[in-house]
């Protein structure tokens, strides 16, 4: 399949592999996915086989590969026909690739090009078999004994060391995906050796299929049957039972010690009716052999981005209900923090605005108001002090209590708590079901768990009541706490500025003593309808600024008892029926009437300012606390949205199992 090809088809294959390549790549990076894909092998069979190589008329590459002094640069100079390739006794010396080639495959500059892109640089000509002893650029020899239709390399031995510190795998690895056959070399005791044949076995299967020749170095007392038997063991860990159709031979050669001390070239001998060596390789159809791998290739390529998908789809998804997660948890974090707000500004107002657009007659029922209330704060200043508990209104004295510190104490747990929740592994936080974004989140673990039924690291959701949920998730992976969350200035420093930026917020803004103005003269207007009583009652406003309760702020809570102004705070991420209430207990000294009427009149005042207060406190907290986990969440979404996209449509491209394609 030639890149420049005319047929549409392969164009749009080629387009597709080229997507993928980097799809993959990109989402593995930005998402670092947990998958069992082996990326760089994904990504070297794309790279050096199908995207570049997908000419059928380029030669075929055949590697010599083993294990140490199995007798590799001995195979090689008997197919060159002389010695080229360091002979050595000792396991590991050749540190470079040795190619072999005709030629005039060195004349074509394109073919040669392409062919040894997957090394990472053109082989250098070959000066000194020295030069094969130490690291560096591969090197070849032009031999014309070699087919004009091959190449062949003499890699490096890929089991020198041990499993923590192979000296040359990672560079025999790349070098062998490259090829299209592979001649595997063994000994009698190599033959069975589960972690070199595991090797080979990912390199002849694990994207594709390649063929193999099997060349068994043994004793001269080895009947056929036992060498025979021996590589069929080989192929079998190789391929499984199935190996047939891509085993091209097994052949065998004898222990010579003339051969081993480089004074001699290696005989080649066929087992079990097989071609001679070179015929055998001579006869490999390299349109077929290369049109048989693309095939098998494209399925596992299929497969493999397919796995990327789902493991990126998966990993979007918590990152979404994460993202969410925190979204709830930095609401919750805000209605902890007014737990206990100051709302007296808002009646302190209200009486201000009364007190000037008030009658000269009706200011001594305030004073007389005042000094009535004198007992009225000595008790509930008492009381207040036994009411303890989340469950009630917090009853705090102006007197005892300022509540300004108390707001501030809780603004600083609430963060703490909050920084802390970020902090974890997981999180868990409680929703409202009815809610929109609640119900997103839910939608989303139930797909995950229908999706992915055997993960055990799957969001949970755990029904609290018939409104309310708790969902819990783990952090993904992607988004490390640690660097997030303690990145800029210290936690403490935060602390403090969120403090600072939360100074006066107690006080009434211009646009919320807009809305008393309206709300006193609209009542006043309206006055002309209530008794005398009414207006005297309310003149006793003065002793709602300290007997009104704090605020208190409540989900789903029973608001019932005494009169009472029920705010409704604006709506949250994922918090439903959040409410401040300001009690007006009876001994104001209104009747029941009169304080549902005065809670009537101040609700959408308190709302007004409440709503205010507690957007701007969740913004802050966003600001100093949660702030850097969400930009981190949205920008790992954004950036993987693109390249998932074109995965999705790029795999579409590529045929699937069963296919003729």
Same mark, same amino acid.
Request: proline share 4%.
């Given at each position: 399949?030639?890149?420049?090809?005319?047929?549409? %088809?392969?164009?749009?294959?080629?387009?597709?592999? +080229?997507?993928? =390549?980097?799809?993959?790549?990109?989402?593995?990076?930005?998402?670092?996915?947990?998958?069992?894909?082996?990326?760089?092998?994904? #990504?070297?069979?794309?790279?050096?086989?199908?995207?570049?190589?997908?000419?059928?008329?380029?030669?075929?590459? /055949?590697?010599?590969?083993?294990?140490?002094?199995?007798?590799?640069?001995?195979?090689?100079?008997?197919?060159?026909?002389?010695?080229?390739?360091?002979?050595?006794?000792?396991?590991?010396?050749?540190?470079?690739?040795?190619?072999?080639?005709?030629?005039?495959?060195?004349?074509?500059?394109?073919?040669?090009?392409?062919?040894?892109?997957?090394?990472?640089?053109?082989?250098?000509?070959?000066?000194?078999?020295?030069?094969?002893?130490?690291?560096?650029?591969?090197?070849?020899?032009?031999?014309?004994?070699?087919?004009?239709?091959?190449?062949?390399?003499?890699?490096?031995?890929?089991?020198?060391?041990?499993?923590?510190?192979?000296?040359?795998?990672?560079?025999?690895?790349?070098?062998?995906?490259?090829?299209?056959?592979?001649?595997?070399?063994?000994?009698?005791?190599?033959?069975?050796?589960?972690?070199?044949?595991?090797?080979?076995?990912?390199?002849?299967?694990?994207?594709?299929?390649?063929?193999?020749?099997?060349?068994?170095?043994?004793?001269?007392?080895?009947?056929?049957?036992?060498?025979?038997?021996?590589?069929?063991?080989?192929?079998?860990?190789?391929?499984?039972?199935?190996?047939?159709?891509?085993?091209?031979?097994?052949?065998?050669?004898?222990?010579?010690?003339?051969?081993?001390?480089?004074?001699?070239?290696?005989?080649?001998?066929?087992?079990?009716?097989?071609?001679?060596?070179?015929?055998?390789?001579? =006869?490999?159809?390299?349109? #077929?052999?290369?049109?048989?791998?693309?095939?098998?290739?494209?399925?596992?390529?299929?497969?493999?981005?397919?796995?990327?998908?789902?493991?990126?789809?998966?990993?979007?998804? %918590?990152?979404?209900?994460?993202?969410?997660?925190?979204?709830?948890?930095? =609401?919750?974090?805000?209605?902890?923090?007014?737990?206990?707000?100051?709302?007296?500004?808002?009646?302190?107002?209200?009486?201000?605005?009364?007190?000037?657009?008030?009658?000269?007659?009706?200011? /001594?029922?305030?004073?007389?108001?005042?000094?009535?209330?004198?007992?009225?704060?000595?008790?509930?200043?008492?009381?207040?002090?036994?009411?303890?508990? *989340?469950?009630?209104?917090?009853?705090?004295?102006?007197?005892?209590?300022?509540?300004?510190?108390?707001?501030?104490?809780?603004? %600083?747990?609430?963060?703490?708590?909050?920084?802390?929740?970020?902090?974890?592994?997981?999180?868990?936080?409680?929703?409202?079901?009815?809610?929109?974004?609640?119900?997103?989140?839910?939608?989303? /673990?139930?797909?995950?768990?229908?999706?992915?039924?055997?993960?055990?690291?799957?969001?949970?959701?755990?029904?609290?009541?018939?409104?309310?949920?708790?969902?819990?998730?783990?952090?993904?992976?992607?988004?490390?706490?640690?660097?997030?969350?303690?990145?800029?200035?210290?936690?403490?420093? *935060?602390?403090?500025?969120? &403090?600072?930026?939360?100074?006066?917020?107690?006080?009434?803004?211009?646009?919320?003593?807009?809305?008393?103005?309206?709300?006193?003269?609209?009542?006043?207007?309206?006055?002309?309808?209530? =008794?005398?009583?009414?207006?005297?009652?309310?003149?006793?406003?003065?002793?709602?600024?300290?007997?009104?309760?704090?605020?208190?702020?409540? &989900?789903?809570?029973?608001?019932?008892?005494?009169?009472?102004?029920?705010?409704?705070?604006?709506?949250?991420?994922?918090?439903?029926?959040?409410?401040?209430?300001?009690?007006?207990?009876?001994?104001?000294?209104?009747?029941?009437?009169?304080?549902?009427?005065?809670?009537?009149?101040? #609700?959408?005042?308190?709302?007004?300012?409440?709503?205010?207060?507690?957007?701007?406190?969740?913004?802050?907290?966003?600001?100093?606390?949660?702030?850097?986990?969400?930009?981190?969440?949205?920008?790992?979404?954004?950036?993987?949205?693109?390249?998932?996209?074109?995965?999705?449509?790029? +795999? #579409?491209?590529?045929?699937?199992?069963?296919?003729?394609?």
């Amino acid at each position: 399949m030639r890149n420049n090809s005319g047929d549409g %088809q392969l164009s749009e294959l080629h387009r597709a592999l +080229i997507t993928i =390549s980097h799809s993959v790549r990109t989402l593995h990076e930005v998402l670092r996915l947990e998958d069992k894909l082996d990326l760089d092998a994904f #990504q070297q069979v794309l790279d050096s086989k199908l995207i570049i190589q997908l000419n059928p008329d380029y030669p075929l590459m /055949v590697a010599i590969t083993g294990g140490g002094s199995t007798g590799k640069s001995s195979l090689f100079n008997a197919l060159m026909g002389r010695e080229i390739s360091a002979v050595k006794a000792r396991a590991g010396h050749s540190r470079r690739v040795l190619a072999g080639m005709h030629s005039s495959v060195r004349a074509e500059e394109d073919f040669f090009k392409s062919l040894f892109s997957a090394f990472g640089a053109l082989p250098e000509p070959l000066n000194s078999i020295e030069e094969l002893l130490t690291p560096g650029t591969p090197r070849f020899v032009a031999c014309d004994e070699v087919p004009t239709n091959m190449v062949v390399l003499d890699t490096p031995d890929f089991d020198t060391g041990d499993r923590e510190s192979y000296a040359n795998r990672e560079l025999a690895k790349p070098v062998l995906e490259a090829c299209d056959v592979l001649v595997y070399i063994f000994t009698n005791a190599t033959y069975n050796n589960r972690e070199n044949t595991g090797f080979m076995r990912q390199v002849l299967t694990g994207i594709g299929s390649r063929k193999v020749a099997l060349v068994y170095r043994c004793s001269r007392t080895y009947s056929e049957d036992e060498v025979v038997q021996h590589a069929q063991t080989v192929a079998r860990n190789l391929y499984g039972d199935e190996f047939g159709e891509n085993l091209v031979g097994i052949y065998r050669v004898n222990e010579d010690d003339v051969v081993a001390a480089g004074k001699g070239l290696m005989k080649v001998e066929p087992v079990a009716g097989c071609l001679p060596f070179a015929a055998m390789l001579t =006869s490999l159809d390299r349109t #077929q052999t290369r049109a048989d791998f693309v095939r098998s290739a494209l399925l596992d390529i299929r497969r493999d981005a397919q796995m990327t998908l789902d493991s990126a789809a998966l990993t979007r998804m %918590q990152l979404e209900v994460y993202g969410d997660a925190v979204q709830v948890a930095t =609401s919750w974090a805000a209605a902890e923090a007014l737990k206990a707000f100051p709302a007296a500004a808002v009646s302190k107002r209200m009486l201000e605005i009364w007190e000037e657009s008030a009658p000269r007659s009706k200011k /001594v029922f305030r004073s007389i108001g005042k000094v009535a209330a004198w007992p009225a704060q000595r008790l509930l200043a008492a009381g207040s002090r036994l009411w303890g508990g *989340r469950s009630k209104p917090e009853m705090l004295s102006e007197e005892s209590v300022d509540p300004n510190k108390v707001f501030r104490e809780n603004l %600083q747990l609430s963060s703490n708590t909050l920084r802390n929740k970020l902090m974890n592994r997981d999180i868990t936080v409680e929703a409202a079901r009815r809610n929109q974004e609640c119900r997103h989140m839910i939608q989303l /673990v139930e797909k995950m768990r229908a999706s992915w039924q055997s993960r055990v690291d799957l969001p949970v959701v755990e029904e609290v009541n018939k409104s309310c949920v708790n969902i819990r998730i783990s952090r993904p992976t992607v988004l490390e706490a640690d660097k997030l969350m303690n990145a800029g200035v210290l936690w403490k420093q *935060r602390l403090q500025h969120l &403090c600072e930026e939360t100074a006066g917020m107690g006080e009434v803004s211009p646009q919320i003593d807009q809305q008393l103005f309206a709300l006193v003269n609209k009542f006043r207007a309206e006055m002309g309808t209530w =008794s005398k009583r009414g207006e005297l009652a309310l003149s006793s406003l003065p002793t709602l600024a300290t007997l009104g309760a704090l605020t208190y702020v409540v &989900c789903s809570g029973d608001l019932a008892g005494a009169a009472t102004i029920q705010a409704k705070v604006v709506a949250m991420f994922g918090l439903n029926d959040l409410w401040a209430l300001a009690a007006i207990p009876a001994s104001t000294g209104l009747d029941k009437i009169h304080r549902d009427k005065l809670a009537k009149l101040l #609700q959408p005042i308190y709302e007004s300012w409440l709503n205010e207060k507690i957007v701007k406190i969740r913004d802050l907290q966003e600001k100093y606390v949660s702030g850097s986990m969400l930009a981190a969440v949205e920008e790992t979404l954004d950036e993987s949205r693109k390249p998932f996209a074109e995965l999705a449509a790029a +795999i #579409q491209q590529l045929p699937k199992g069963g296919s003729n394609e």
